[in-house]
């Protein structure tokens, strides 16, 4: 059965929604203010931490790549890399990192103006921005906020993609082809495999599922631009893996057991206490103190059920329904195959929830809020008539009392992070001074980020990070200046008990920590000239 074409007024409405008519101001707005924001509160004074070191040597113009391991992608490398290249300076890359993800978070979100209002869009927006986990690493080098845009996205294009009938009219087709839709996916999904492959898969397994159920999605060009994006994305982990760490299945192999081990794990409690502002929470036997922290996480599912149910109705099931189960599946191996938690895990679900949660604000509020796309066409408005004022007022009470608990939160996770800098930036010097400067090399304990502060390569002789032996490392030391770090209460190595031993000032992060270092030897080629490593393995990245 044949449905009229719409009136005039729905159709420019419609028109309007495929440009971006009202949408940008609103748009614009949210992610001016979250980047802003991170200039303001999270910038300043702020360091590179363990993750980023990794990731931003192995694009440094300055610093000797440190080891790469297993389950690290290096999507976030190439978005770092313009500024790393050429400066050491971390409030350029701060400053670099965070103006990008706001364009990041604008790029994601217009992708849905033609399927959800703008007001709603720009609340979900706004609501995902202002979490102190967004914020926090908003301007920090790492992949999980870039693989929730990648995922935010591709979704986003997926609906508009399954709703293009071709340019038809039938069932409702407003004769407008989305010919960009179908790109925007493989964009999206290979955004999400870049930064981390295993989100990429979980992305397109629910796509993939709906793309089966629904009998009128069914269409090769779908699964076809899945696949693609998956294949663009996730290419370079998968070369690299039969590259440097001897096929695919032994790289899941070491990235599973540099994790902990996949399998049967009930992670929901550790990324609730994590909630309170740690970075990582491993193990995560620490006892649950601010539960305030966590009030908003509890009552995220009921918020999204209920954008749901008043979603479907003006903007159809495959929009209410879809963020929210990509959502879950993005979730799931976070909460459910991994025994520890850190909360920007679950950034890319809490990015697809925030749509549900803002269609169940403006319900509750029972504003109007027009209809979104249901085959082409805007539907009627489905928010209600007037405003109610006293919902108004407890949902916006409710709305300040949460942005008051992610500023406090942000604020402690960002003296923590200053205070880790501090006591990186003083061993640094302590190094220096004891003769360790570049080029050298560090091993031992913390020296993957300590030897980034000091300029140095780390190399380690055990563990996950394992790139040279004790006897490369003594080698080594003929040439260059080598120290090696000892934690508090730890025993050193033998091959070094006779090196010189140098208290560490790295209070309060580093209190209590030693570097023991080579003594001075014949330094090959010229003062200044990096001397050429004599033996060890080729560290990976």
């Known amino acids: ?26 748009l614009a ?45 290096r999507g976030i490398t190439f978005l770092a890399a313009p500024v790393a290249q050429v400066t050491t300076s971390v409030l350029a890359l701060r400053v670099w990192m965070a103006l990008l993800s706001g364009l990041g978070l604008l790029a994601a979100l217009w992708v849905w103006r033609a399927l959800v209002p703008p ?54 087709g407003s004769g407008h082809r989305d010919r960009w839709a179908l790109a925007g996916v493989v964009a ?6 870049l930064m981390r492959p295993p989100d990429a898969v979980w992305l397109v397994v629910p796509l993939a599922g709906a793309a089966l159920w629904v009998r009128r999605w069914r269409r090769p060009a779908l699964f076809a631009v899945l696949a693609a994006g998956l294949l663009l994305g996730c290419a370079e982990w998968v070369v690299e893996a039969y590259a440097d760490y001897g096929g695919l299945a032994e790289r899941l192999r070491l990235a599973g057991r540099i994790q902990g081990g996949i399998g049967r794990h009930f992670a929901v409690d550790d990324q609730v206490r994590a909630l309170d502002g740690r970075a990582l929470c491993r193990p995560c036997d620490v006892p649950w103190r601010h539960k305030a922290t966590a009030g908003w996480w509890f009552a995220l599912p009921f918020l999204a059920v209920g954008g749901v149910v008043a ?25 459910f195959t991994i025994d520890y938690a850190a909360p920007r895990f679950l ?81 640094a010097a302590a190094l220096h001074r004891a003769g360790v400067r570049p080029p050298c090399v560090l091993s031992g304990s913390a020296a993957v980020p300590l030897a980034f502060y000091a300029g140095c390569a780390s190399r380690e002789t055990g563990g996950p990070d394992a790139s040279t032996t004790p006897a490369a490392l003594v080698a080594r030391a003929r040439g260059e200046p080598v120290a090696v770090v000892v934690a508090p209460g730890g025993t050193p190595p033998g091959y070094v008990r006779a090196w010189a031993s140098v208290p560490l000032p790295g209070a309060p992060a580093l209190t209590g920590y030693r570097a023991y270092v080579a003594p001075p030897a014949r330094r090959d080629g010229a003062s200044g000239t990096r001397a050429r490593p004599s033996s060890g393995a080729r560290p990976r990245g």
Do not use: K
């Not at 409710?398 to 003296?415: D, F, N, P, R, S």
């Open 1 to 26: 059965m044949s449905v009229a074409p719409p009136p005039a007024r729905a159709r420019t409405r419609a028109a309007a929604s495929r440009t971006g008519g009202g949408a940008l101001p609103w």
């Open 29 to 73: 707005g949210v992610c001016a203010a979250f980047v802003l924001v991170q200039l303001a509160l999270v910038v300043p004074g702020s360091g590179l931490a363990w993750d980023e070191t990794v990731y931003t040597s192995q694009v440094s113009g300055r610093v000797p790549a440190a080891f790469f391991s297993a389950p690290r992608a």
């Open 119 to 172: 007001r709603v869009l720009a609340t979900a927006g706004g609501l995902f921005a202002a979490l102190w986990i967004t914020l926090f690493y908003g301007p920090q080098v790492m992949p999980n906020l870039w693989s929730a845009y990648g995922a935010l996205a591709a979704v986003g294009c997926f609906l508009r993609a399954a709703r293009d009938r071709g340019g038809s009219r039938d069932r409702g």
């Open 188 to 193: 999206g999904v290979a955004v999400t495999g």
């Open 311 to 335: 979603a479907r109705r003006t903007r159809g099931p495959a929009v209410a329904v879809l963020p929210p189960l990509t959502a879950a599946f993005l979730a799931f191996p976070y909460l």
């Open 347 to 427: 950034l890319p679900a809490y990015a697809l929830l925030a749509l549900p949660v803002a269609e169940c604000l403006w319900r509750l509020t029972g504003a109007a809020v027009p209809g979104g796309v249901r085959g082409g066409v805007r539907g009627a408005g489905g928010g209600g008539g007037r405003p109610r004022p006293v919902a108004v007022g407890l949902v916006a009470a409710a709305l300040v009392g949460h942005l008051a608990v992610q500023y406090a939160v942000l604020a402690g996770a960002v003296h923590n992070n200053r205070v880790m800098r501090r006591s990186f930036d003083a061993v």
